[in-house]
């Protein structure tokens, strides 16, 4: 009996996994209009930072409709808040920071059940912002890794500059 | 009869002045939704710029719907199209230039005929965006000396970047 009934709640789980949307990292893709969301912030990552190799650029952070308002209010954020991060070259030019081409386009997708595994959030990257380029095979430890600590804003590093 | 002509043209001029609807710098008020216009780029003019004193800061730069495809095109702008540059303090941090609070809000208003003597744009500025605020008391020398080098661009600093 106690056999039978871990066998069918082993079927049940099953069912209703294959029930649940499952979204998947892959499933990810550029959103086409990000640039008339609202612009959350931009920091530049320059030479001096331990973070240039991974991270050196300028980058133009932007989040959807869905999740303004848990940005204004520090999170935690509702299932369907995207943030996209904008990551462009810059030059030096006399004294001035000024912006160049994309170098990738990067975004977390929220879906609390989906995303389970790394704080509800889906993470992926593009290369020049190409959605046939993905970058993330392991966002657990590609991205997750570092957005662990800030679990007090649920996973995010960027703040609402009013 | 000439004379007569002469006055009834000029009677004739300031009725049509007088029915134009008159656009001046003291009548630019910051808009409250340019955080969801298309985020044209980011600039930071560091301290070693000799544009720091007046500019210094970083630049985030917005246009409205009405200038978007004008901007894209690499001007001219059309009657309603908007700049509006959004100066934020920053702070740079272990190599990384962090955005801080707002230290003025300038805009770019585009009416050809209003502002006809100043390349056909508005300008106004308003410390930390209040609109009780406003900087700009001559458009010519404040603004538009430095703007009028960029005439091919209709007197516009910033480019799109795709």
Redesign the interface.
């Known amino acids: 009996m106690r056999r039978k009934l871990h066998l069918l709640s082993i079927v049940l789980g099953l069912a209703a996994t294959a029930a649940l949307p499952i979204a998947r990292a892959d499933d990810i893709k550029p959103p086409s209009d990000y640039?008339?969301?609202?612009?959350v912030?931009?920091?530049?990552?320059?030479?001096?930072?331990?973070?240039?190799n991974g991270l050196g650029g300028?980058h133009?952070v932007?989040i959807n409709a869905a999740g303004e308002a848990a940005l204004k209010a520090g999170g935690p954020y509702p299932d369907g808040a995207i943030f996209v991060t904008d990551l462009?070259d810059f030059t030096l030019s006399?004294?001035?920071?000024?912006?160049?081409?994309?170098k990738t386009l990067a975004m977390m997708v929220k879906d609390a059940k989906a995303y389970a595994g790394t704080g509800g959030w889906g993470f992926q990257a593009f290369a020049g912002g190409d959605p046939a380029k993905p970058l993330v095979t392991d966002a657990a430890k590609q991205c997750f890794a570092c957005h662990e600590p800030k679990k007090a804003q649920d996973y995010v590093f960027s703040s609402y500059?009013?």
């Open positions: 640039r008339h969301w609202f612009h912030n931009t920091m530049i990552v320059d030479k001096a930072s331990p973070l240039f300028m133009n932007y462009h006399d004294g001035s920071y000024v912006e160049g081409p994309r500059i009013p």
